[in-house]
């Protein structure tokens, strides 16, 4: 079997995804789906006290909700700046939609019409199907990162194959020059040696 096929045989086993690389996957998919029941069990907590409580209650625990969020929120983008990672920047924004949409959700559902606060309350719903699909999208950029990767690494090797050719039919065509050179060069000496003789016998002969 030639190096080609070797080497792509090698490519084909190692785009199966290692451990390390579906331990990255999976803890990026848990703290996705951590930050989403975060999220939702918060959405149903405010639904809860918009049922049990009256209204001036209702306004005054919102407003703990709001401040426990924000505080999350910035606890978030504060580790994504520590660490570079646009992964925390990202959820630091979820959670930061959700901290002003606290914000607004006493006015909205105490003063607007049922259909927008009946619109807000099945939110959660709507999130579950959000995560769902992230998580799916976490899965096949991790997928085709590492897959990339391995493709890169794939060209540069024929690159290097291509270009280790072109060397090799280099030298063998100095060396055939070479050879040639050689081939005239001693040509050249046995008809200077004839005609040294021929002098000599020509010199003799007188």
């Keep these: 079997m030639d190096k080609a096929k070797l080497m792509q045989l090698e490519i084909d086993k190692k ?6 690389v579906k331990n990255n996957i999976s803890t990026d998919i ?5 930050i989403a029941i975060i999220i939702i069990a918060y959405l ?3 639904n809860l006290v ?3 409580f009256e209204s001036n209650i209702f306004e005054e625990y919102l407003k703990f909700f709001a401040l426990g969020i924000i505080l999350f929120t910035i606890i978030m983008f504060e580790i994504a700046y520590r660490k570079n990672s646009l992964k925390f920047c990202f959820i630091g924004i979820e959670l930061l939609i959700c901290a002003v949409l606290s914000l607004y959700i006493p006015y909205i559902y105490l003063h607007t019409t049922k259909e927008l606060r009946v619109s807000i309350m099945i939110l959660p719903c709507g999130l579950l199907i ?10 096949k950029q991790k997928k085709f990162s590492y897959q990339n990767n391995l493709s890169d690494v794939k ?11 072109l060397d090799e039919d280099s030298t063998k065509t100095y060396r055939k020059k070479a050879e040639q050179e050689e081939k005239i060069r ?13 002098k000599q016998l020509e010199k003799s002969k007188k």
């Design 44 to 46: 149903f907590a405010i």
């Design 50 to 52: 918009y049922y049990n």
């Design 186 to 198: 001693l040509e050249i000496r046995k008809e200077q040696k004839v005609r040294k003789l021929r």
């Design 130 to 139: 959000y995560y769902a699909i992230k998580s799916v999208l976490i899965f």
């Design 15 to 20: 785009r199966q995804l290692p451990d390390r």
């Design 30 to 34: 848990f703290q996705n789906i951590i």
């Design 155 to 165: 060209e540069m090797m024929k690159y290097t194959e291509k270009t280790s050719y």
